[in-house]
Nanobody, 118 residues
């Protein structure tokens, strides 16, 4: 059974940094991509960044060079620098995975809270 375990969220002052981690386990098959989404209070969930199987990285425009996504095997990271209060949200990692039945499935982590104080 595929599981995603996130860590690294917390409370930080504006201008600070956090590094989120998401470890995937139980994978039998291939990883197509891993990524991060976020959902702020009262807002829809939005895509933040993703990294493909070929380690190509893509970012939402609002990242503006402050966030960096990286991956080691089945763990994805999101380094967030120069954080602003508007970055406060629950951050979710995702795994785009083709299983041994050749079925493509997207898994979601449980979410980790990031709170940026002013």
């Amino acid at each position: 059974q595929v599981q995603l375990v996130e860590s690294g969220g917390g409370l930080v002052q504006a201008g600070g940094s956090l590094r989120l981690s998401c470890a995937a386990s139980g994978i039998i098959g291939s990883i197509n991509a891993m990524g991060w989404y976020r959902q702020a209070p009262g807002k829809q969930r939005e895509w933040v960044a993703s990294i493909t199987d070929g380690f190509n990285k893509n970012y939402a425009d609002f990242v503006k060079g402050r966030f960096t996504i990286s991956r080691e095997i089945a763990t994805v990271y999101l380094q967030m620098n120069s954080l602003e209060p508007k970055n406060t949200a629950v951050y979710y990692c995702t795994l785009d995975h083709t299983n041994r039945y050749r079925t493509r499935v997207v898994y979601w982590g449980q979410g980790t809270q990031v709170t940026v104080s002013s």
